[in-house]
């Protein structure tokens, strides 16, 4: 069974940088793609990143140009490398993982931007 772990959720400032990273262990067959979403209090789960096996990625528009997303290939981790953070980024962050077999999602960290 593939497992995902996700770490670096934290209380930060508006403006300011916080990394998360989600690493999947077990026996991992190709991979299509990984990506991020998130979810706030009230709120639907929504898209936020994708990072394709070409290593393309792709943003939903509310954060492009402020995160980043990667694929370290050998360690099978994720990282969203998010800046200039907002009020409005507060939820809980989801990595997803999706392979040939079938498709993954970790448990959440929270993030929480507040003055």
């Known amino acids: 069974q593939v497992q995902l772990v996700e770490s670096g959720g934290d209380l930060v400032q508006p403006g300011g940088s916080l990394t998360l990273s989600c690493a999947a262990s077990?026996?991992?067959?190709?991979?299509?793609?990984m990506g991020w979403y998130r979810q706030a209090p009230g709120k639907q789960r929504e898209w936020v990143t994708s990072?394709?096996?070409?290593?393309?990625?792709v943003y939903a528009e509310s954060v492009k140009g402020r995160f980043t997303i990667s694929r370290d290939n050998a360690k099978n981790t994720a990282y969203l490398q998010m800046n200039s953070l907002k009020p409005e980024d507060t939820a809980v962050y989801y990595c997803?993982?999706?392979?040939?077999?079938?498709?993954?999602w970790g448990q959440g960290t929270q993030v929480t931007v507040s003055s």
């Open positions: 997803k993982l999706r392979t040939i077999v079938k498709e993954y």
């Open positions: 077990g026996t991992i067959s190709s991979i299509k793609s």
């Open positions: 990072i394709i096996t070409g290593a393309d990625t």
